[in-house]
């Protein structure tokens, strides 16, 4: 393939989810790796349900993932307008191609006689197919009256590029409605001529559409287009893999998920993964990667399960890349808006301290708000938490104060307060008391952070201080 023509036809209706994404970053893929072209069009049509503000979501998600596009809103292009309310000459110039060639018509018969056919089909268990019912001298067309394609039934045969060979018979080819009552497209019209006008190589949809092919190569065959490159994208399932993946299941908009931390570049990084592979049991991919190796016969031909601990294991795995590969101030530069509120009163430099030795621990962005936050502010001291800890319970509220009256008199003696002088501080101590590691370095971590759990001590207290450390074994001591 060489300059591959894609494009990305998302529908303002509401929040970008996991399965509109992945939609995106395919053709984004194969677009970049053939040296072509992604077009995105946005496929208004349906004003029902238009939401507003929908459009500025999409671009702005494509823009945080990386997946610039080369023609469509906001830059324009040769192929424009991009957006399909704006296209209703195109459409219309287009259908009247067909019914010059008596390929459609304009059908007046009400909904209500419609509604009658289909009832009566289901009475007599048959098929429900309007080509049955077509209007034998159908009116010249006036506007408010839909226009149908004129089916020519026969079997048809094409190849996907990810199910393969396929065929289809007559019985699932109808008289599809090509323009609405209101004047606008339906998909099943308005993406074949603008994928025609657009010059579009490749249309990569959801493995839903594979139904409609059959009808959408009749199309093709009436108006004279070659057919593109036709890929079907398996569903992405429920985590049960019962189902396709749908709001219900706990799937968050993409928007949700990067306000909650998650990386763009772990997002890509899983939505690519997910139905793809190269073979190879590599798992962690930039977007360079993903350009170089993507190819569509690698894309499973059934649908794959969504799982979002996945993604937040892939997402911790990213932060840690990122702060390995391009330093703490590279992470740091993506956690605004992140941090406990009490952290806006410290400067940079301590809150790029206190990431440098949680970063291995975070599996989002927005773990910093729980898990840094005694680095900014004294916990609240309760002693229960102490009494009752798995390594301390045994011993006694006289054992517990004089082992931190030992530690802070130990701490105390440090000169040069750094991690190398407090771990062999913290080493001396435990040769003294005679307490296990668990016992002694539970008891401080506990005393200086009432957290779940923290990074290496000497890590923690060399960040916290002298001042702050010492403070706080004091006052967890007076507690006791």
Known sequence: ????????????????????????????????????????????????????????????????????????????????????????????????????????????????????????????????????????????????????????????????????????????????????????????????????????????????????????????????????????????????????????????????YRDDGVLAEAMLNYLACLGWNDGTEQEMYTKQELIERFSLDRIQTSGARYDETKLLWMNGQWIRRIFDEQGAHALYDRTAGFWPEEAETYPEEYRIKVLSIIYDRLKTLSDLREMTRYFFVDPEINTDTIKTNKFLKKLSEAELEDLLKKSISKLSAIEDWNEDNLQNALNELLAESGKKPAELFSLIRIAVSFAPFSPALNLTLNVLGRETSLARLNAVAAAI
């Open 1 to 256: 393939m060489k300059n591959a023509i894609t494009r990305f036809a998302p529908s303002p209706t509401g929040y970008i989810h996991i399965g509109n994404v992945r939609s995106a970053i395919y053709p984004y893929l194969i677009a970049r790796q053939t040296g072509g072209k992604m077009i995105l069009r946005i496929e208004d049509t349906d004003r029902e349900r238009y939401v507003e503000g929908a459009t500025e979501l999409i671009e702005d998600t494509l823009k945080w993932l990386g997946l610039e596009w080369d023609e469509g809103p906001i830059i324009g292009g040769p192929n424009g307008p991009y957006f399909q309310s704006e296209r209703l000459d195109i459409y219309h110039a287009w259908v009247k191609k067909l019914l010059d060639s008596g390929r459609a018509y304009a059908d007046p018969t009400p909904a209500e006689k419609i509604d009658e056919y289909r009832r009566e089909c289901s009475e007599k268990k048959i098929p429900f197919l309007y080509r049955n019912y077509r209007p034998e001298n159908p009116p010249e067309w006036e506007p408010g009256m839909p226009i149908r394609f004129k089916a020519d039934p026969k079997e048809r045969e094409w190849v996907d590029a990810v199910m393969g060979e396929m065929k289809a018979g007559p019985e699932v080819q109808d008289d599809i409605i090509l323009i609405k009552k209101d004047g606008y497209p339906t998909y099943n019209f308005a993406h074949i001529v603008d994928d025609a006008e657009m010059g579009v190589t490749h249309v990569m949809r959801g493995v839903e559409y594979l139904s409609s092919t059959p009808n959408y190569l009749a199309i093709y065959e009436a108006l004279g287009l070659e057919r593109p490159v036709l890929v079907s994208l398996p569903h992405i399932l429920a985590p049960q893999g019962n189902k396709k993946l749908g709001k219900r299941d706990g799937a968050k908009s993409v928007t949700e």
